[in-house]
Every structure is written in C-alpha cells, then in structure tokens.
C-alpha cells in the first residue's frame, strides 16, 4: 500500500443500515477509491447523534437485520482490503437493530454477586456470536467508566456501577466472552466518563481531578484492562486540565492524554479509536475540513470513529504525519483485522440468531440480580390482603396483560390495574376503587433509561405514587433504571422496594415468582441510591 492508502485505513465513517440507494453507493465509492479501513454501523440517519440538531423521528425497520448482513457484503466487495465492521452494542444487536436479541444494561449486571461473575462472560460470548451472524467483528464496548456521579446524563445504566474492581471484574468478563468467538472488544471512555455531568454528545465534560485522584479510581479498569490485553482502547471526549497542561481540550485531541499517560506510562501498546468525531464537543472546532481528523490522529488515535471528512483527512494526515507513525497505527489496525480472521481465505459459517439461548441467559441473569431494598414482611402484608380481598397489582406505563401482573392475579386473589399515561389516571377504573384497596403491590415500567426529563416519568404519575405511599401499604417494584428511585417523591413511605433493573418478560417473570413464593433476591444495588 502506498502512505494514502495506508492512511485511508485510520477511517471508520458511519454508515447507516435504513439509508437511501445512493447514500450506500456514495460509500461504496468511498471503500474503493479512499480504502478506509472499516466502517461504524447505526440504525438511521435520525437515531444517531446527529439527530440531536434534526430531531428527525426514527423510522423503525423490521428488516433492518437482514438489510444490515446485506449491506456488509455489499460493502466487503468493495474493498480491496476487508473492512473491520464496528457497532455500538454494549447490551446486544437490539441497540442498533431491531428484532434480534437485547440482553441487559451494564448496571444490571453490575447488580449480580461476584460469585455470578460468569454471566457477564457469557453476554459477552453471546452478543459475539449475534454480531458475527452479521458480519460484524468488532464491538465498541464495554464500558469500564466508574459511574460515580448520579447526575450523569449519559454513562449511568451503560456503567457497571460505582465500585472499581467491579467494573473492571465484569468488563474484563465481557471481553473475554467477546473475545471467546473471535469478536473485538472496546473499553470506553478512557480515561473516565463516569463522573461527569454533561452529555459529551452535546458539550464538553470536564473532569477536575488530578493524576494521583484518577490512578486511583477512574483509570482503574483501563489499566487492568491493559494488563489484560484489551483489544482497542476508545479515548472519551472529555476535558482533563490535570493531565494536559492545564488546558480544557477534549482527551481525543490531547498528546499528553493519550501519548504520554496512555502510550507511555501506562505501556498500552493495543489499538487505540476515537469517540465519534461527529460529537459536537469536537466537531466545531475546526473551520478546515481535514483539520479535526488530524488533530484526532496527531494525539495518538490510531481509528477516526464517525470522521465526516475522510478525504480531506487523509491529504492533511500523509502530508503532515511521518511515515513511521503512519506504518504504527496501520500495522496495528492490520493485527486486529488478521486477529478476527479477516485476512483470512477461509470461509466463514453462515450463523443465526439464537433468541432461545438469549431468553434462558436473562432469565439466570435475573434470578441473581434482582435486589430487595426494603421488605416491611412484605410477604405477609400481600397474603393479608389478599385473603380479605383488598390487593391490587397496579402496572403503570404498561397495559394490564403484563407477565409480572398476569402471573400475581393468577396465582393470589387480586384486582389488576393499570396506567399506561398519565393522562389515564383521572378517570381510570384505579381511582375509582382505590377506596376498597388496602394494599398495592406497583409495577413501575420506566419509559426512559436516561435520566433526562426525569426519566419521561409524567409529573400526574409522580403525584399519584406520592398519594399512594401517604395513604396504601405499597410495596414498589421498579423495572427500570434504578438512579429513577431519586426522583419518586415519599418513596421512605413504601412498605417494600424491589428493584428488578428490565423491563424484559424473563425479568418480569422472576420477580413476580419471587414475590408468590417469598424467596429471596440475591442481587445489590451497584450504585447508591439517595433518599430511599
């Protein structure tokens, strides 16, 4: 290869499954006359980050699956060097692509005892395997950022929690489960995104703390991870004063972040990517097309993720770079690609999804994390109830045909209800027998996992729980983000808490049999909840 082409291989662009005919052939174009080295897969143009400007509503595909396997054989003839095919999906396909199996957020597997270590190995194998049915070899996950900030707009429920030999313990299992199937893992945000409270998607985060303060927290997973031998490292886009000069430039942009600490004092000698360049706390900076993918690549970067300006990148890259830093960061991206077998003739086994071993696998998952926060004899409060017919199963945000409510009423006399809006609540059929009620076993299904708008939790709900802890015996069963406790109001009041994480059917069904037979749930809360 010459240095262009060689360079050409630092840029993975996005591309989107449910795109137009001639936006797929304008990449084609892209692979055979600029040979870039891999491309970043997302669902649609308006489910990427730069929807935050458009606000263009998703348009969902059933058929994105097949149309994604489609599109990457496209693409792979196109190029003359195979291409590395990246996606973001730290729980599972389903976080890009609809119908395939979706496994659970980080932070609730950050809710299993160590002793069940295991299980995040093993969604690690299995979303490997549900990625190289696609064609997909390489997933920019997991995280291995602390998330010690509540407030945090972004990491949260992606962290696996606030403990740092946890996460690093867990991601460091996910990896090898990826690793197991010949998949590449990432660990995200180096070096730290957990303790931020802006969303880097829209501004710049900044972290305060010095060098002797992250050694010690943040970068702990990065460097076990290190020592591990973690295939790529992605550098966040965040701002370290402490660790640059005292400046407030994106670690994406920072040599003495990503050279000096990472490189050099931490000795990381894997393959190192960029946060999507397309971020807007990085994607203004530069009025120069070009200028922005140098910047990135002058760092320390060896991968441009989502750059929109490859060709003017790769002129300001081989004009400016030396050769021999140029040959370091492509040998590198080659030992990966050789790694998955990429460089390989041999022919790859036609797979299929397996949503049968991904139900079984959340079903174990859920037997070991969902956790009890409160229990007043809360067993025996629902049998009385029950027995003088003053029990109710109350679902909001989810129709009365729910497993969780199906499975109580079906085994104990109870009244179901439900509240699918707030909007509903006035003249449900809830308020007007909630008089004849005693006891109200909630089933809380949160819209949102993010803590934006609290949670999209409407404020009729809110005031509805607050009334229903002042005045029943409740007993709160939250599927869902667990950080959405902090904004429930007289939640102290409830008789009994049960955090139970998703909102999946296996999940529901483990907590409501949990419930019937008053056993015990082995999980803990792997972040701190305040006010409960």
Known sequence: MTLEQKTGQFFFPAVFINDTEENIQATE??????????????HSRASAATNYESKKPIVYNDNSYERLKALIIRYQKSASTPLLMSIDAE????????????????????????????????????????????????????????????????????????????VARFALEYLK????????????????????????????????????????????PFIEGIKNNVDSIMIGHLAVPALNEGKSTSATLSKPIIEDLLRNQLQYKGLVISDALNMHSVSKLYATKGELEWEAFNAGN?????????????????????????????????????????????????????????????????????T??????????????????????????????????????????????????????????????????????????????????????EETVLETLKN???TKKCILYLFGNPYALQVIPNLPLAEGIVQAYQDFDEFQEVAAQSLINNTKNKGSLPVTIKGI
């Open 177 to 220: 489960g990826l690793n197991e199937i010949g998949v590449l893992g990432c660990l995200k945000h180096f070096p730290g995104h957990g303790n931020t409270s802006v969303d880097s998607h829209l501004g710049l985060p900044i972290l305060e703390q010095n060098l002797i303060e992250l050694l010690d927290n943040e970068l702990y």
């Open 91 to 166: 729980w599972g396909l389903a976080m890009r692509v609809e119908k395939t199996p979706q496994y659970p957020y980080a932070i609730t597997l950050g809710a299993l005892p160590e002793t069940q270590a295991h299980l995040a190995y093993e969604v690690g194998k299995q979303i490997g395997l549900d990625l190289k049915s696609a064609g997909i070899h390489y997933n920019l996950a997991p995280l291995a950022d602390i998330n010690n900030n509540p407030n945090n707009p972004v990491i949260g429920y992606r962290s696996f929690g606030e403990n740092k030999e946890k």
């Open 302 to 370: 060896d991968v441009l993720c989502f750059a929109e300006n490859v060709l003017e990148g790769i002129q300001a890259i081989t004009k400016k770079a030396s050769s021999e830093r140029i040959n370091a960061s492509y040998n590198r991206i080659m030992a990966c690609k050789k790694k998955v077998g990429l460089l390989d003739t041999k022919i790859i086994t036609e797979r299929s999804l397996d949503f049968e071993t991904a139900s079984q696998l959340n079903k174990k998952i859920a037997q070991s994390c969902i």
């Open 372 to 457: 009890t926060i409160k229990d007043n004899n809360n067993y025996q409060l629902i049998l009385e109830a029950s027995s003088n017919e003053k029990l109710a199963v109350l679902s909001i945000y989810k129709s009365i045909e729910n497993v969780f409510s199906t499975i109580i009423t079906c085994t104990l006399p109870a009244q179901s209800f439900s509240l699918e809006n707030g909007a509903a609540i006035e003249n449900s059929d809830f308020i007007k027998k909630i008089s004849t009620l005693d006891t109200i076993i909630i089933a809380l299904f949160v819209p949102k996992a993010k803590p934006m708008q609290k949670f999209e939790l």
């Open 468 to 470: 229903l802890f002042e």
């Open 29 to 42: 174009k892209l692979i055979r006359e600029l040979h870039i080295g891999g491309l970043t897969f997302f």
